[in-house]
């Protein structure tokens, strides 16, 4: 089920809230976490029913070796024993479910590549990629190691299914820490309607929903015509292209980012910030401090500290930190492509700290142009289908001359969109673009670049400015105009589009 459905806005959302409040208000706690856990299984399995099994056979799985890790910790007698038992069992965990992520989204990758190389002809699996595996898989990996080193405080079944399919983060993140969310759920306070968190949570919730089905799937149309012709693209439509593709992506994980956080507010649940203004940043390390926090903090913690972090020698920092990298590009998708995106960022963080070691400085709006550009540019290699589609649209963005040719190189943005078309410099020597197109990066680039982000407004994130938001009736109408333009979409739209990362 998709945040942007009508099913999932005016059916299931308001009746699992309807419902959850209503079985608090007469005391039935227990009861109301179980329609909680129920709901976000419903909304799961919506997509395909067949995948519960995955996700509940995880969490059966997960939940005892936590409890066992738990256990062994405090009994005597197996700490008499030493670590090593302990120790193996985490090992064992962290194997299942990095096997079960392997076999469901690497095993046709690694097959295509044993067949590549060793002229074989070993038939694919043609496996459907389970939804959210990726997230709720490192999710629950990192639920075994808080186990191991004590830092989850209660085991109670009902509850573990709820921190893991808690449905608002469930699809596409973030991805949160036993201790971040539990708490939350045992606060008497919290089981009670939070009018302040319902007006936040709507204006939140439309913004994101504005986000996803008026602005990024606007750019989608420019972004996939680009990128999935074959035929070459000169400057100005590489450059479009690639620049639609930056915003599209921008704009949809913020959106998926508002609504998660919009959705939770409505059951008094704070979720992690996961998405800070990126294009905001002045350098790599910077950008990473601000996209996708929850993943990069994991990769953090669970990769780049255990293998020595910075604590082992400036060359075997390095490499830490491309290893971190590649992996990181390899969890956002079984292809090269990934791996060369993630290599490219994590050869940027390196030199980005090889740079401040030297003590080289360079003027913030430099360091901010120069940072953009770089994710500009590597965004290409993540939305590429081949290294031929990314070289296509990289050889475009290069292809100066192409600016003087005189025609025929807007046929391709022509035959998917209707926008009227402008025509630049001399009518002998033009390039047309589209009008709409032009108008989008420009307005909605200042808008990334310039204003504050919803998570600002709502103080999930310390802001000093003055566009915070506050319930009163001109935020109610402001709320409620963003909400019917964005719904005005689904307006003879019987299949909304998916947000980007579902496919990760």
């Not at 024993?81 to 479910?97: C, D, E």
């Not at 103080?459 to 909400?483: D, W």
Request: aromatic share 20%.
């Amino acid at each position: 089920m998709l945040f942007n459905s009508p099913v999932y806005i005016f059916l299931f959302l308001p009746f699992v809230l309807v419902v959850y409040f209503f079985l608090n208000r007469h005391r039935l706690v227990y009861l109301s976490k179980a329609w909680l856990v129920l709901s976000s299984l419903f909304f799961y399995g919506y997509w395909n029913p067949i995948y519960l099994i995955l996700i509940v056979s995880s969490m059966l799985f997960n939940f005892a070796v936590g409890t066992k890790l738990h256990r062994s910790k405090i009994d005597t007698q197996l700490i008499n024993q030493g670590g090593l038992k302990r120790k193996s069992v985490l090992t064992l965990g962290i194997f299942f479910n990095l096997g079960l992520l392997a076999y469901f989204k690497y095993a046709d990758f690694f097959i295509d590549n044993i067949n590549l190389v060793f002229a074989t002809g070993v038939p694919v699996l043609e496996l459907a990629l389970p939804l959210a595996i990726s997230f709720f898989t490192f999710q629950q990996i990192a639920y075994l190691v808080d186990s191991y080193q004590m830092d989850t405080l209660e085991y109670d079944f009902l509850n573990y299914c709820l921190f893991v399919s808690f449905f608002p983060q469930l699809i596409a993140g973030p991805i949160v820490h036993h201790k971040q969310m539990m708490p939350q759920f045992m606060r008497l306070k919290n089981s009670v309607v939070n009018w302040r968190n319902i007006a936040s949570g709507l204006f939140i919730f439309s913004l994101g929903l504005f986000k996803k089905v008026v602005i990024a799937d606007s750019f989608a149309v420019w972004a996939n015509a680009g990128f999935d012709t074959v035929q070459p693209l000169s400057f100005f439509e590489a450059w479009g292209t690639s620049l639609s593709y930056t915003f599209q992506l921008y704009y949809d994980f913020s959106g998926y980012s508002d609504m998660a956080i919009g959705a939770a507010l409505f059951f008094n649940i704070r979720l992690p910030v996961n998405f800070n203004s990126p294009y905001k940043a002045v350098n790599i390390q910077d950008f990473w401090r601000r996209w996708h926090i929850s993943l990069s903090t994991w990769l953090r913690d669970y990769v780049y500290i255990p293998l020595g972090g910075n604590r082992t020698g400036r060359s075997r920092t390095y490499i830490n930190i491309m290893i971190t990298f590649l992996l990181g590009g390899l969890w956002h998708g079984a292809g090269w492509t990934f791996v060369v995106w993630g290599a490219m960022h994590g050869l940027a963080i390196a030199v980005h700290r090889f740079w401040n070691q030297l003590g080289l400085k360079m003027p913030v709006f430099m360091g901010w142009l120069v940072t953009f550009m770089f994710v500009n540019t590597t965004w290409v290699f993540f939305r590429a289908k081949s290294f031929a589609s990314a070289t296509r649209i990289l050889n475009g963005m290069t292809d100066v001359g192409s600016i003087k040719v005189t025609e025929g190189l807007a046929n391709i943005f022509n035959h998917f969109t209707n926008w009227q078309f402008l025509q630049l410099a001399d009518p002998k020597e033009t390039i047309s673009i589209p009008v709409g197109m032009i108008e989008y990066i420009v307005v909605f680039a200042l808008i990334a670049f310039v204003l504050p982000n919803t998570v600002q407004m709502i103080r999930f994130v310390s802001y000093n400015g003055r566009l915070v938001f506050k319930p009163t009736v001109g935020t109610a109408i402001v709320t409620g105009l963003i909400f019917f333009l964005a719904i005005m979409t689904f307006v003879g739209n019987s299949s909304p589009s998916e947000f980007l990362y579902f496919n990760f």
